[in-house]
């Protein structure tokens, strides 16, 4: 059976999904900034792990991200390799990081978990471990 995946154009991001495949007059009708792509086959749970690049599907990637391992109150931890653009949800608050990195240090021990979401990537989490000193 044959689908069609209608994306945004822009990001590649994945919609929604029809079958049977477009007719021309349906493509017509797309609205602006859509593309689609027909598949001979679809796996509904793999589509929020893809998008469209190229003209193709493709599997989203993971976050590129390192990060310090277990600090100390006061030490500095750090995460690296962000893209820029990327959104990064913190205890406290929403930043979106453009120089590939975060570093801060934490007052009190715990662990502190940090969301970061850019897509095509597929949304990634750190968690800082902080020891008392």
């Known amino acids: ?39 001979d086959e679809l796996d509904e749970d793999s589509l929020l792990e893809s998008f469209v690049a190229d003209g193709a599907l493709s599997p989203r990637p993971l976050m590129p991200v390192t990060q310090s391992n277990a600090v100390a109150v006061g030490e500095l931890w750090r995460i690296d390799g962000i893209p820029s653009g990327t959104v990064v949800i913190y205890p406290g ?8 990195f975060i570093e801060l240090s934490f007052a009190e021990p715990g662990e502190y978990k940090f969301t970061l979401s850019n897509f095509p990537y597929i949304e990634g989490e750190c968690v800082a471990k902080v020891t008392s000193v």
């Open 1 to 39: 059976m044959s689908f069609s995946i209608i994306y945004d154009s822009f990001s590649g991001q994945v919609l929604e999904w029809c079958s049977p495949p477009l007719s021309k007059i349906d493509r017509a009708a797309l609205p602006s900034g859509r593309g689609f792509i027909n598949v």
């Open 93 to 100: 608050g929403t930043v979106t990081v453009d120089d590939g």
